[in-house]
């Protein structure tokens, strides 16, 4: 017989199995990613998702007997009372032991198949066909680590450093151009000597012979020991050179109106996107610094929890948000070293006056330091029937058309309830939109 | 106690241990592997293919799981799906993994876990590596429909071609013959061997013979009857055609196969690729009370062989026997637990049950299994009822009263007009018979698939398929599933497809159409 040990091949030979799998229930993975973004409460969108997916879509149907109907016998052991003739009540909506499967009428009283994505692959699903754009600007930040890399040899380093095959290469050459005798040669000499000393009545010839052999041997082991084996000049290290590690960073900012024209329902649906922008951008860059712009008629720079829970009351000058958002940029985040986005929401209202301002403000200052600027304009579902045509469309989104058709850095979509939010995502960063 | 006693991090010298410690090293699986082999060849006289153990981890065991087991397969979401469910299972503890994988080929392939103790490697290998072995070794079905020697290599010739299939077509149009092949994989059988087809000689010498046959026994008296009235005329060109081909015809795969007017040849052949491997699959379907049955039969006489040399500790006696009786564990049918009759535990005690009989009869034995009662010779006669039966006939054979009475089967009709179940009949003088021929029928895979054939082929016109499911006891087809699977069948054919429900009298039942999705 043979053992063999299998325990080294390589594992996950279901992979593809399972890749296949995926492909498949792939729409059905799609659909309940989405709908979890959608239906999830706000802050938990950056976890494992629980996939159900319908018997229905991936059952493996056989021709097999219904569970009830017709004349059936079975054979059950372990008997305690029975005897021949006795009978039993039948339990309700079903036989015996049998679990009542065939409940619902399209047969799927069977639970979904239920299992779990990796956070990986949910946010992979959630991202597919996604990228930014713009995703060129990548600057070499002064803090970051630097990674030792491969460049070449060099004749001193660390013994741990040490190239032995170099090391020997140069040893050899040296060896053999400055003819340092080899063993095999000290060998032939040696016996050679050995057998003459062996042989009884040496003639004159191998005497004289036997002499010079022992001159040989002399010259050659001075020799071998003035030649080393390895000398340290044949030494030679491998070479490393640190190599600063790229680091991509970036800085998101969210911009919101929160004065009282935004109903509660509006941020909510601003919030949606912002989030979905925030994870979407931490999957791309290493670093991603947030920036919460909040305005009323003045512009705050606030942190998460109040730029989304607290309530506000005011007028709406938008261009203060802009504005505020130029001076922090100014301040903290040199374009050198930051990719910048910027997402604004809004239901659009705008004290008339302000719209010169604004577009100013956003052609001339933001949006040439931006990667991208994505505004949308959240629209009550009351009113959305009223609102969808663009010519009823507000001030500021009248204003903010004008930028849009000049800039392509620059793009606006209206959105109106929950279920929009994720298709409004895709557009914006389709891969096949616009191409900076 | 002895000093030396719990001192058992190695062998002591002198002992007669194979080893001592749950730890296993390749070195003690040899040694252990040839005690095992030297008791199963030369005491048990058993005969089966020469071994290869294979060492796998808990992931690899998970990965083949999901391929039924076998070392290659064609990749197939199938086998994701089941992958990525026994990999949740096992991974929140709800299910644990099997010890051992064994495959019906030569030599025959056995893995094993690492994660096994030096005890259950023991177990397994006697278990796998000889009980099993030596059943496909030597088991009729085994011998007649699968090929140990050739599996392998049919696999990856299978693995193969279905994956340049896919590169030439695409994974889907691969994948949609697969998943309706699979759906009728249990219709993919020949349950019985074919005749084979007459050569042209025989067939006019057969004709000759009946002719010259006819003319011997002619007798002018046969003319003189009033003859029979005309049954409906039936067309002897259809009658041909459909003896052509061969219908009606319970292997419905090989009828799509060999017929279908829609597949091209590459589909055909992923076809014949299934069947062959649902053929393969078949004599395990038929036989896995009784395979199971003496493969821990085997082990249980190996394990205790081992143990009375004096070759395995007693420590090591008392985990076999703890993990022996959880595998032969039978509830009873108002426990909890209860999910059917155990296969090992009805086929070991079966076995145990021939041992008995044949060294130690009773009176009733003797009459009720004269043929083996008492002859003695435990090994031989365990080993032709190995070779020659099936679950089913080997229940209705050998399933002896003291079996009945000691596991207290009794047997209940279900019938659905009736508004309760009927204790039909129990262990008793009066039962014993109805209860063994009910208990076979439970096993016998021709009652538990249903009998569905290819019964009709419009030829002239629409080319439509019928099939019939005779309907047996008047139990249904699950309708959900006949309709899916009845699409499948469609798709393969590629013309309208019928399944016509036969109940007793030749009522029609039921009626599902389909016709193939493009």
Not at chain 1, 81 to 87: I, L, Q, Y
Not at chain 2, 256 to 276: G, H, T, Y
Not at chain 2, 398 to 420: C, G, Q, V
Request: some cysteine; hydrophobic content about 35%.
């Amino acid at each position: 017989m043979n053992i063999v040990d299998r325990r080294l091949n390589p594992k996950g030979r279901s992979h593809t199995n399972r890749q296949r799998f995926i492909r498949l229930v792939r729409e059905q993975i799609k659909d309940a990613v989405v709908r979890s973004i959608k239906e999830r409460a706000l802050g938990d969108v950056d976890t494992k998702e629980v996939v159900n997916i319908p018997r229905k879509r991936i059952q493996e149907p056989r021709f097999h007997h219904a569970r009830q109907g017709g004349n059936r016998e079975h054979v059950h052991p372990g008997n305690k009372e029975f005897v021949a003739g006795d009978t039993l009540p039948k339990p309700d909506g079903g036989e015996a032991g049998g679990r009542s499967r065939e409940g619902s009428p399209d047969g799927e009283g069977e639970d979904d198949f239920r299992f779990t994505l990796t956070r990986d692959e949910y946010l992979d699903i959630l991202f597919d066909e996604l990228e930014l754009p713009n995703l060129v600007k990548t600057h070499l930040k002064e803090t970051v680590a630097s990674q030792p890399q491969r460049a070449g040899f060099t004749a001193s380093g660390s013994p741990r450093n040490l190239n032995l095959v170099r090391t020997m290469r140069h040893s050899l050459a040296r060896r053999i151009s400055l003819h340092r005798p080899t063993l095999d040669e000290m060998a032939m000499v040696t016996n050679r000597i050995a057998e003459l000393e062996a042989k009884e009545g040496r003639t004159e010839v191998e005497e004289k012979k036997l002499g010079e052999l022992r001159i040989v041997q002399a010259q050659l082991e001075r020799r071998m020991k003035r030649i080393a084996f390895i000398d340290p000049v044949d030494l030679r290290f491998n070479r490393y050179e640190q190599t600063p590690k790229p680091n991509a960073r970036a800085v998101m900012f969210c911009l919101m109106d929160v004065s009282g024209s935004m109903s509660e329902y509006m941020k909510d649906l601003a919030k949606r996107f912002f989030l979905l922008l925030h994870l979407f951008l931490s999957r791309k860059y290493e670093h991603v610094d947030v920036v919460f712009i909040r305005h009323t008629s003045e512009a705050k720079e606030v942190d998460e929890e109040t730029f989304f829970r607290s309530a506000e009351t005011g007028g709406t000058v938008v261009s203060s948000a802009l504005a505020e958002m130029k001076r922090i940029i100014d301040e903290r985040y040199p374009t050198d070293a930051w990719n910048i986005y910027a997402a604004q929401a809004s239901d659009g209202d705008n004290y008339p006056s302000d719209s010169e301002t604004c577009t100013r403000i956003l052609r001339d200052e933001l949006l040439p330091l931006c990667q991208y600027f994505a505004y949308i304009e959240v629209v009550d579902e009351r009113e959305a029937g009223m609102f969808r045509s663009e010519g009823n469309a507000s001030l500021l989104w009248r204003d903010y058309k004008t930028v849009a058709d000049l800039a392509l850095n620059f793009v606006m979509k209206r959105v109106f309830s929950k279920s929009d939010i994720f298709p409004v995502f895709h557009q914006l960063f389709a891969k096949t939109q616009k191409v900076a | 106690m002895m000093a030396g006693r719990s001192a058992n991090t190695s062998v002591q010298p002198g002992s007669a241990l194979l080893f001592q410690t749950g730890e296993w090293n390749f070195d003690t699986l040899k040694r252990t592997f040839d005690a095992i082999e030297d008791i199963a060849l030369n005491e048990l006289k058993l005969d089966p293919y020469p071994v290869q153990v294979e060492m796998i981890s808990s992931e690899q065991m998970l990965d083949a799981y999901s391929s039924i087991g076998m070392p290659v397969f064609y990749h197939h979401w199938s086998f994701g799906k089941r992958f990525t469910r026994d990999e949740a299972l096992y991974r929140k503890g709800y299910q644990g993994l099997a010890y051992e994988i064994v495959i019906n080929s030569n030599p025959c392939i056995c893995y094993v876990m690492e994660e096994n103790t030096m005890t259950m490697q023991t177990l397994v290998m006697a278990h796998a590596a000889f009980g099993h072995n030596h059943f496909f070794r030597n088991n009729y079905l085994f011998k007649e429909w699968t090929d140990a020697e050739g599996i392998l290599d049919y696999l990856n010739f299978a693995k193969s071609y279905v994956a340049r299939c896919e590169e030439q077509h695409g994974i889907s149009s691969v994948e949609r013959v697969l998943d309706a092949a699979h759906a009728l994989m249990d219709h993919a059988v020949n349950r019985y061997g074919r005749r084979p087809r007459l050569s042209l000689a025989t067939e006019k010498k057969r004709a000759e013979e009946r002719l010259e046959h006819q003319r011997q026994t002619y007798n002018d008296l046969w003319r003189t009857l009033p003859p029979k009235p005309k049954r409906e005329e039936v067309k002897p060109e259809v009658d041909m055609a459909r003896k052509k081909l061969g219908l009606p015809e319970e292997n419905l795969l090989y009828f799509i196969e060999k017929f279908s007017p829609s597949l091209k040849d590459w589909e055909r052949e992923l076809v014949r690729i299934v069947r062959n491997i649902a053929q393969y699959f078949y004599p395990q379907k038929q036989t896995k009370m009784m395979n199971e049955g003496c493969a821990t039969y085997v082990h249980y006489r190996i394990m205790n062989r081992l143990y009375d040399l004096g070759k395995i500790s007693e420590g090591s006696m008392l985990e076999f026997l703890s993990s022996h009786a959880n595998v032969v564990f039978q509830p009873d049918f108002d426990d909890r637990r209860y999910s059917g009759l155990n296969p090992y535990a009805l086929g070991f005690e079966m076995m145990r049950d021939i041992e008995r009989v044949v060294t130690d009869p009773t009176d009733e034995d003797r009459e009720y299994l004269p043929e083996i009662a008492g002859n003695g010779d435990v090994m031989e006669t365990l080993k032709t009822v190995w070779a020659n039966f099936r679950d089913d006939s080997f229940i209705a054979q050998y399933l002896s009263p003291t079996m009945m009475r000691k596991m207290r089967l009794f047997k209940l009709t279900d019938e659905s007009e009736a508004p309760h179940y009927l204790v039909d009949a129990i262990h008793d003088e009066r039962g014993y018979a109805r209860v063994r021929r009910a208990l076979a029928r439970q096993y016998d895979p021709g009652e538990r698939d249903p009998n569905i054939q290819v019964s009709d082929v419009d030829l002239k016109g629409s080319r439509r398929l019928v099939l019939t499911h005779q309907l047996h006891n008047d139990i249904p087809l699950s309708e959900d599933d006949a309709r899916a699977v009845l699409g499948y069948v469609a798709d393969l054919w590629g013309y309208d497809v019928q399944l016509l429900g036969i109940g007793t009298n030749d009522v029609t039942k039921y009626q599902y159409d389909a016709s193939p999705r493009t």
